[in-house]
């Protein structure tokens, strides 16, 4: 059994020695802007292959320089309470849970339901693959929480904006912007915002009608939504939520 106890202890060995990686590339962004993630290389990967000269787009912006409109569209689109959870909503992660028990207690194949915060999202796109399972659900929420123990919350929503896919090849809200209104983020408008936000659960099908065939969504609808949502958001932590017994 020797041979046993050496092999899990490799395992074990191997794991810590992954989760010591994450902390450290984590620190780092606390001051050094990622100049790509893990998913950008793939699609990069996939569209350009060993070609040089690749269609990919991405433009840094600081978060002082995108606009309000588009912060709050997001949070509506994507996670109205980012800035009073500490990186999972659990009511939600429980939804998923049933609906994925639901679903592999039968011969259905469909992919997992993610139930997954603007943290978590960004744990998946800065290390993990698109690869549905509950190994790579735990390693998300491992580095989840490393996110939110070492970056502020305004820091990881800048990494975000600035790396999240909107379209084929472009990523973050500089080439989005430019891509789709040829202006930059500070100047969206709430319209623009709205729009930009929408697109996030299937931002390929909104930029090329192509990859439309696998998204069920329809976007005016969702923009009206995002619209009349807005302005109810906040983009600071509240502190007396911390507190709040509701």
């Not at 050496?6 to 060995?13: D, S």
């Not at 997001?74 to 679903?103: C, P």
């Not at 090329?208 to 009349?228: D, G, M, S, W």
């Amino acid at each position: 059994m020797r041979w046993l106890r050496y092999f899990f202890k490799c395992l074990l060995a191997g794991f810590i020695a992954i989760q010591i990686y994450f902390v450290i590339q984590v620190g780092i962004w606390s001051v050094v802007n990622p100049s790509s993630t893990a998913f950008q290389r793939a699609e990069r990967w996939r569209l350009c292959g060993l070609h040089w000269s690749c269609s990919i787009q991405s433009s840094w912006v600081p978060y002082e320089k995108i606009a309000a409109n588009l912060k709050r569209a997001i949070l509506v689109s994507e996670d109205d309470i980012f800035f009073q959870h500490m990186g999972v909503r659990v009511e939600d992660m429980q939804k998923a849970w049933a609906k994925n028990t639901q679903q592999n207690s039968g011969k259905s194949k469909t992919a997992l339901r993610g139930g997954s915060t603007i943290t978590q999202q960004l744990a998946k796109n800065l290390f993990l693959s698109s690869e549905q399972n509950y190994f790579r659900k735990g390693q998300e929420l491992i580095i989840a929480g490393l996110l939110e123990t070492i970056l502020s919350k305004e820091r990881l929503y800048e990494i975000y904006l600035n790396s999240v896919e909107w379209g084929e090849g472009i990523f973050g809200i500089g080439a989005a912007s430019q891509h789709y209104y040829g202006i930059k983020p500070a100047s969206l408008d709430r319209e623009q915002a709205a729009a930009l936000a929408s697109a996030l659960p299937a931002p390929k099908c909104f930029d090329k009608v192509r990859y439309c065939r696998k998204a069920n969504i329809h976007f005016p609808t969702r923009q009206e939504f995002i619209l009349e949502n807005m302005d109810r958001v906040a983009l600071a932590p509240n502190k007396k939520s911390k507190t709040s017994k509701n």
